[in-house]
């Protein structure tokens, strides 16, 4: 998808340029790091969870198909072990995580990473949606998702 029809689809669901969400921030945020510190797997919202959440946070978007599918901009904790599932990701990913979304037909959560990466998080493995917004939004909305082992951090030889 172009970075038009990405924000053509944004826009549908209620995005402007500039959009802020303001005083609503914080409660979203701290309903993720507090569920996740209460499970033992500490997560914190970085400065690019801090942004996506800011500008994209309680949009939901359409994902055509079926079974019919929607995509939720707003941090979630999913189910029990969430937090061991994510922070296994983010060792092997070299990377923090943070939750901001879901997927509602089966629960696949959406994480960004520090560097603005976007990864879901699903039954059947972890999958890399792109290197930003767009790319992550397109993804969600087209496919094609790959495996996120491709971008695993791999230490260097000694």
Excluded at 3 to 16: N, Q
Excluded at 23 to 29: D, H, I, Q, S, W
Excluded at 93 to 99: C, I, N, Q, T, V
Aim: charged content about 25%; overall charge negative; some cysteine.
């Amino acid at each position: 998808m172009s970075a038009a029809e990405v924000e053509d689809v944004l826009r549908s669901a209620g995005w402007v340029p500039g959009r802020d969400i303001g005083a609503r921030l914080p409660a979203l945020l701290s309903f993720v790091t507090d569920r996740f510190a209460d499970e033992g797997h500490p997560v914190e919202p970085f400065p690019a969870a801090q942004d996506f959440v800011r500008e994209f946070g309680g949009l939901r978007l359409e994902i055509p198909g079926t079974p019919p599918d929607a995509v939720g901009f707003t941090p979630h904790w999913i189910y029990e072990e969430s937090g061991e599932d994510v922070a296994e990701l983010a060792r092997n990913l070299g990377k923090r995580l943070f939750p901001v979304g879901c997927e509602t037909f089966d629960g696949a959560m959406l994480l960004v990473d520090e560097t603005g990466r976007f990864f879901l998080l699903h039954h059947t493995g972890p999958y890399f949606l792109g290197a930003n917004t767009y790319e992550a939004v397109s993804c969600l909305l087209r496919g094609p998702q790959q495996e996120a082992r491709d971008h695993f951090h791999r230490p260097e030889p000694r």
